[in-house]
C-alpha cells in the first residue's frame, strides 16, 4: 500500500525568508501524481502545486516550488520569501496514475514568524 | 464558478441522532469524494462516486455510515446512528478531467460535526 510520510510535525520561519517541508512516500508505481495542499485555519484545502512523476522538471508556481526526487522517493516544498498568509497546515499527498484515491501524509503546520 | 459547496458547515448533535451532511460539486465534475479529517487519523477516504456510481467504499468505516448521490451536482454522507467518535471534519472534493489528462480535486470547505 502507498504511504505518505511528513515527518516534520512542526516548522516556524521568519517573514521573507525561505522554508523547506519534507515528504517521502513509498510506491511500487512508476506512474504518478503527488501534490501540496494549504490547510488555512479557514479549513478549506487548496492545491498549492503538483508534480508529474514522468516530468523530470520540478514544478514551480510563484514562490512554491518542489524538489522532486523519483529515486529517493521524495517530494520536498520550497516557500521562499514567506508571508504571513502562508501559515497553515501544508499536506503532501500522492495519488497513483490509475486511480483517484488520495492518500495524504499527516501535515506539517508552518508558523510565520513576523 | 461556487466551488464544492457544503451544508451545513458545523453540526452538533448528540449521540444516538441521526446526521446527514450535503455536497455540491462543481458543475461538469464527474468524480466526487468524502473525505474525513482527525487528529488522531488524519485525512481519509471514505468513499468516492464516479458519475453518480459509487466505486470505492472501503474506508466508510462502518455500517453506521451510508452515502447516496442521487444525481450529478448533489451527494448526501449520512450518520445513523451518530456516536462521540465521529467527531470530525468531513470535506466533499469533486474532480474531473484537465487539459493533459490529469485530475485534480477541489475540495469544500467542509462540515465540522461534533456529536455529545
Known amino acids: 500500500a502507498q504511504t505518505v510520510t511528513q515527518s516534520q510535525p512542526e516548522m516556524s520561519v521568519q517573514e521573507a525568508e525561505t522554508v523547506t517541508l519534507s515528504c517521502t512516500y513509498d510506491?511500487?508505481?512508476?506512474?504518478?501524481?503527488l501534490f501540496w495542499y494549504k490547510q488555512p485555519p479557514s479549513r478549506q484545502m487548496i492545491l498549492v502545486i503538483r508534480?508529474?512523476?514522468?516530468?523530470?522538471q520540478n514544478a514551480t508556481e510563484n514562490r512554491f516550488s518542489v524538489n522532486f526526487q523519483k529515486a529517493a522517493k521524495s517530494f520536498s516544498l520550497k516557500i521562499s520569501d514567506s508571508q504571513l498568509g502562508d501559515a497553515a497546515m501544508y499536506f503532501c499527498a500522492y495519488r497513483y496514475q490509475g486511480a483517484q484515491k488520495l492518500v495524504f501524509g499527516q501535515g506539517t503546520r508552518l508558523t510565520i514568524n513576523p | 464558478d461556487a466551488g464544492v459547496i457544503q451544508s451545513p458547515r458545523h453540526e452538533v448533535t448528540e449521540m444516538g441522532q441521526e446526521v446527514t451532511l450535503r455536497c455540491k460539486p462543481i458543475s461538469g465534475h464527474d468524480y466526487l469524494f468524502w473525505y474525513r479529517q482527525t487528529m488522531m487519523r488524519g485525512l481519509e477516504l471514505l468513499i468516492y462516486?464516479?458519475?453518480?456510481?459509487?466505486?470505492?467504499d472501503s474506508g466508510m468505516p462502518e455500517d453506521r455510515f451510508s452515502a447516496k448521490m442521487p444525481n450529478a451536482s448533489f451527494s448526501t454522507l449520512k450518520i445513523q446512528p451518530s456516536e462521540p467518535r465521529d467527531s470530525a471534519v468531513y470535506f466533499c472534493?469533486?474532480?474531473?478531467?484537465?487539459?493533459?489528462?490529469?485530475?485534480?480535486?477541489?475540495f469544500g470547505p467542509g462540515t465540522r460535526l461534533t456529536v455529545t
Open positions: 462516486f464516479n458519475n453518480n456510481v459509487p466505486i470505492d
Open positions: 510506491t511500487s508505481e512508476s506512474d504518478y501524481y
Open positions: 472534493a469533486s474532480s474531473s478531467r484537465l487539459a493533459g489528462g490529469t485530475y485534480e480535486q477541489y
Open positions: 508534480q508529474e512523476a514522468y516530468k523530470q
